[in-house]
């Protein structure tokens, strides 16, 4: 007998593939036929955090990419009498089931593993190019994969269902195995103290005089750990934070050795870096001052980002680090994360306007009436702004225009490993009332 495929609703491109349970007819029949069934599973579970983050609309959306780049896979990863299901209505994942080979000889594990790894490759390739800006934090999507025998003792319900959860248990290994493979890669960036640092000028808007100099951390040249978003990303979800952040700060100060007298140098840390005990008080001065700086050069940088889970305890802690005579900034003002009274709780000498705020903020009325907001905000509480990611000219003439004494991005200058002076930047904006 030969599994004719038939015209099924949501069979065509464009429309949903319909639910594994209503084709077991059809999978029995490729079980009768050549006595066993493969099956590819497209996990697409890590695409639901789209909805917490961005609504209902982006996360449907991005699954119709992935439906889409799904069935483009018939003629190109897979045959096209392959049959693509989903596990249920409104589910998380892809089902491929294999047709009948065309060539001699049974379908066997290697061509399942094999068949695996290409979709897999294929669909985390053209998902990040086209679900770009939704994907930036996402893991990647599975594809596990898994062989039933046919048993005529068996109902094909039961069978079928066994083989789909046994797809399930090799996507669950495979992240077992590949988070197994993150941890140890990045504990060996640790170890081979792999890290490297480069600085950004910040700069006085209308004089272009440095401020100081934002550290920044990279990861080995070449590997996925090279961009800080990446690597902090890979080491939240290796349980490594606390280990990659201690690394960076200690990177950062033994690296500012060549700092210009008069600059400041700001430098990130988590949260958990104020319950370190050598970054505590004391311990925290001779730190620095092994280093050649002084504590009222050093600019402690909190992302407004940050989960903070004990507010007045951390408050506290910076709170003791200023009287040393270390300065406090909030970084990312403006991304929505913390209430103003919060950050202003954490006495702050800088704050660090978000560069979403920022960009194209010459054509924005509303960011440029937030900025004017946020500015009243830090005069009110005797803090001082800092705009990041300035890349224009246009930019750079409205923050001038708002009042806005300082800034950074690569118009004003690009990170590098040592300590550049501010990029020229034409006389109209410098000179904008």
């Given amino acids: 007998m030969t599994l004719e495929p038939r015209a099924r609703e949501g069979e065509c491109s464009g429309d949903a593939p319909v639910p594994y349970r209503e084709r077991v007819e059809d999978l029995r029949?490729?079980?009768?036929?050549?006595?066993?069934?493969?099956?590819?599973?497209?996990?697409?579970?890590?695409l639901a955090q789209i909805e917490h983050h961005y609504g209902s609309s982006a996360f449907e959306k991005v699954m119709g990419m992935a439906r889409d780049l799904v069935l483009e896979l018939r003629g190109q990863e897979?045959?096209?009498?392959?049959?693509?299901?989903?596990?249920?209505?409104?589910?998380?994942?892809?089902?491929?089931?294999?047709?009948p080979k065309r060539r001699e000889g049974p379908l066997r594990i290697s061509d399942l593993r094999a068949a695996a790894g290409r979709v897999e490759d294929h669909l985390n390739r053209k998902l990040v190019r086209l679900a770009t800006p939704y994907l930036g934090t996402l893991r990647r999507v599975t594809v596990g994969f898994s062989l039933a025998f046919y048993n005529p003792l068996v109902m094909p319900?039961?069978?079928?269902?066994?083989?789909?959860?046994?797809?399930?248990?090799?996507?669950?290994v495979q992240r077992a195995q590949q988070d197994l493979q993150n941890r140890c890669n990045l504990q060996e960036v640790l170890l081979a103290d792999q890290l490297s640092t480069v600085f950004q000028p910040i700069v006085e808007l209308r004089r272009r005089e440095v401020l100081g100099y934002e550290a920044l951390s990279r990861g080995p040249a070449g590997s996925v750990y090279q961009?800080?978003?990446?690597?902090?990303?890979?080491?939240?979800?290796?349980?490594?934070?606390?280990?990659?952040?201690?690394?960076?700060?200690?990177?950062?100060?033994?690296?500012?050795?060549?700092?210009?007298?008069?600059?400041?140098?700001?430098?990130?840390?988590?949260?958990?870096?104020?319950?370190?005990?050598?970054?505590?008080?004391?311990?925290?001065?001779?730190?620095?001052?092994?280093?050649?700086?002084?504590?009222?050069?050093?600019?402690?940088?909190?992302?407004e980002k940050s989960a903070i889970e004990n507010y007045d305890l951390f408050a506290e802690a910076l709170a003791e680090l200023t009287r040393f005579g270390f300065s406090i900034a909030v970084d990312d003002v403006g991304a929505g994360y913390s209430g103003l009274e919060k950050i202003a709780h954490l006495n702050p000498r800088y704050l660090k306007f978000d560069r979403e705020l920022i960009r194209n903020i010459d054509s924005s009325y509303i960011r440029r009436e937030m900025t004017r907001a946020l500015k009243a905000f830090a005069d009110r509480i005797g803090s001082t702004i800092i705009a990041e990611g300035i890349e224009r000219e246009g930019e750079l003439r409205t923050l001038l225009d708002l009042g806005i004494e300082y800034g950074q991005g690569f118009l004003l200058g690009r990170p590098s490993a040592a300590f550049l002076p501010p990029a020229p930047v034409s006389s109209i904006a410098v000179t904008a009332r």
């Fill in 29 to 46: 029949l490729v079980l009768v036929q050549q006595g066993s069934l493969g099956l590819l599973l497209i996990d697409t579970s890590s």
């Fill in 157 to 172: 319900e039961r069978l079928v269902s066994r083989l789909v959860e046994e797809a399930w248990s090799c996507v669950r």
């Fill in 227 to 303: 961009m800080p978003l990446r690597l902090f990303e890979m080491a939240e979800e290796a349980d490594l934070v606390f280990e990659l952040d201690r690394k960076c700060r200690r990177r950062a100060l033994a690296s500012a050795a060549p700092l210009p007298s008069r600059a400041k140098l700001f430098i990130n840390v988590f949260p958990s870096a104020m319950y370190d005990p050598e970054f505590q008080g004391a311990a925290l001065v001779r730190l620095v001052e092994s280093q050649g700086l002084s504590p009222d050069r050093v600019v402690l940088e909190i992302t």
């Fill in 78 to 99: 897979v045959r096209s009498e392959d049959l693509i299901c989903v596990n249920e209505r409104g589910g998380d994942a892809f089902l491929v089931f294999f047709s």
